[in-house]
């Protein structure tokens, strides 16, 4: 097998999450042709964790007989894209200033890159998903955190140092309640998964007590989530419904500050948030132009992303897609 | 004289505002050679106000016999940097999708460029003033209103309309005071000249009578204006002081705003509330890395513009000076 006949092979995307490590083999066309995934192992040596993604990435490998193109890497941030070094992870403290692309590199010998999960599906979102064609690309993936990426010109936008596309923290509200990022009224405290579910909670503890969220958690209002909104409001829930139009009334203003610093040509939420939200795309486009100075912001079509839990493992391919032939 | 002579000369820098056309003759340094204004006419035909503009364009002639390079314009927006056409100015209503940058290309041959004037100042800074050698710009000007420009890798950066960069309408409080944009809580209507003087009005008004701020205004709490809040903190008003650090305690979420999503090497402020600040530059970067997720916030140089009242003249002429030899 010469080093040409490997490099014509798929690209293998790499999801690393605290938990888990999700794999696939990505066509060039974004198809995931296979994928499987293995547990982490976030709490012990870097090492250990270090083979819990090279095992997965191994369980791989038979499935790519003429060999892998490249390997292409969602690791949690904060991270150096230029050089694959993880800098110093919350939820992968094993990993600090860990060599990451570099040690995957000599070990399998194909091209590697490494790059937080947001800006991955930005990308794969922009090569091959909901944002194929666009030039200006904002991505926001809404789930139990707010992660964003900014594509330009078909590249990831990653400012000065790799930080840049932080849209989460955008503050919208500099004296609402605290981010666990430190700020306050980041658009993550205020419509991520747990936002939602405590809105629900708060309202059910203030004695909404005949909503079918509540019947969804047992009676236990401890035990309601942003999931179980969702499941309410799409069996026609009236409290699920003002629930969900509250976190359209904080994301709305949010999308505006975006527009109106980026001019982007593209809006894409991805995650299981933005899922639940789906049926009210309409509903903030049409509430955009009154939070954006841009005269054409009704113009900007507001997507739903394509890649759903696969996200990681084509973002991390997508990464890679750069050298295709 | 050849066309080639012509193409050595200055440029030819423009900034029409809704009251004067500001002129001047620049050199490939950035330096301002000679300059001089004319009353602008904004409420007349648009013809009008093109011949001020064009009247104070021959009134520098004179000065540059052998030709000038180029000349670049500072102009009321909306308007498309692309195609140099002003859309419909608030300020300057006669001009309503007016081709400006094609009329005066046609009149004195040579090339021509138009942009909004913060677009233009940051680029000026760029390439001759504050931010010269960095790639990642922020720049911001502070007074009236808050304009801002974003330029990245030498060139301004427009987004898919040409509206891009208008961090001035970024709102940091979505329930806060109504912005004249429409929008709650963008920074302008939080930070600007205007909410300094209110500020300062609402605390004199509240019984503050012993602040110089009030000697200054003669007594009359309603002649009360930002410029008096400067001239006040300069004399040692405690009050003063007061009201410019709570300007920048909006200031600093609004730049951790941008430094989260745009990650950018230097961040540059102009204009007069910019200047009255320069002395809580350091307590705003000192501020500014609990107002973002960026690890190296506290690394990135907070600089005052090179360029003051003549910002729109350089402005201007920078937008031809990517055409330089």
């Known amino acids: 097998m010469t080093e040409n006949s490997k490099r014509s092979g798929p690209i293998l995307g790499v999801d690393i999450g605290g938990t888990k490590v999700a794999v696939g083999l990505v066509d060039r066309d974004g198809k995931i042709l296979t994928q499987g995934r293995k547990p982490m192992v976030a709490n012990g040596t870097a090492e250990a964790a270090f083979q819990a993604v090279t095992g997965a990435i191994d369980s791989l490998a038979s499935s790519a007989p003429g060999g892998i193109h490249s390997i292409g890497i969602c690791a949690p941030g904060p991270l150096d894209p230029k050089t694959g070094i993880v800098l110093n992870p919350p939820n992968l403290p094993c990993w600090r200033n860990f060599p990451l692309a570099e040690k995957i590199t000599s070990m399998y010998r194909v091209p590697v890159k490494v790059d937080n999960d947001a800006n991955a599906a930005a990308l794969a979102e922009t090569r091959w998903g909901a944002a194929r064609g666009f030039r200006y690309v904002f991505y926001a993936t809404i789930g139990t955190g707010i992660g964003t990426g900014i ?14 596309g932080e ?7 500099y004296h609402g309640p605290l981010c666990s990022c430190g700020k306050r009224g980041c658009i993550e405290v205020l419509a991520a998964g747990p936002a939602i579910g405590s809105r629900a909670r708060t309202k059910l503890a203030a004695g909404h007590s005949r909503s079918t969220i509540l019947e969804l958690a047992k009676g236990d209002v401890a035990a309601v989530t942003s999931e179980l909104v969702g499941q309410a409001y799409v069996a026609g829930d009236p ?10 009334e904080v994301l709305t203003p949010w999308l505006g500050n975006i527009v109106d610093l980026l001019d982007p040509d593209v809006l894409v939420m991805g995650g299981g948030v933005a899922a639940m939200l789906k049926p009210f795309f309409d509903d903030i486009k049409n509430r955009l132009p009154s939070w954006c100075v841009n005269p054409r912001a009704s113009d900007i079509p507001l997507l739903m992303a394509h890649y759903g839990a696969d996200a990681g493992i084509a973002g991390g391919a997508a990464l890679c897609s750069e050298d295709l032939p």
């Open 167 to 173: 849209g989460g923290h955008v503050s919208i509200d």
């Open 239 to 248: 409290l699920a419904r003002e629930i969900l139009i509250e976190t359209v």
């Open 151 to 164: 594509v330009l010109d078909g590249r990831i936008y990653h400012g000065n140092t790799g930080s840049a």
